[in-house]
């Protein structure tokens, strides 16, 4: 059964840092780019970061570029979401998503299975 499972969420401090974790089981990670998406109270979903199958491609949403980094290991089927310097706008639910190519779609459309969400609080 196709799984993606979040981890590392919690209540941080401003100018703090959190370690997500999207473990994937019931299908091999090294063919699909995973997303990163988050969505705040009363907000749309928003897209934050993706990486491709390789690794070798990633991007970044404009508000967390230089303090957001994504990483994979596909040996351990997980991919990572290092987030430093964490601003309380950086508040909401982060979700994992599969992609449906090895590549990062450009659009949500393109991602096939999602991860029931990490909660991450940013608040001194």
């Known amino acids: 059964q196709l799984q993606l499972v979040e981890s590392g969420g919690g209540l941080v401090q401003p100018g703090g840092s959190l370690r997500l974790s999207c473990s994937a089981s019931g299908f091999t990670l090294d063919y699909y780019a995973i997303g990163w998406f988050r969505q705040a109270p009363g907000k749309e979903r928003e897209g934050v970061s993706c990486i491709s199958s390789s690794g070798g491609s990633t991007n970044y949403v404009d508000s967390v570029k230089g303090r957001f980094t994504i990483s994979r290991d596909n040996a351990k089927n997980t991919v990572y979401l290092q987030m430093n310097s964490l601003k309380p706008e950086d508040t909401a639910v982060y979700y994992c998503?599969?992609?449906?190519?090895?590549?990062?779609?450009?659009?949500?459309?393109?991602?096939?299975?999602w991860g029931q969400g990490t909660q991450v609080t940013v608040s001194s």
């Open positions: 998503a599969r992609s449906t190519y090895y590549y990062c779609p450009g659009s949500s459309g393109g991602f096939g299975a």
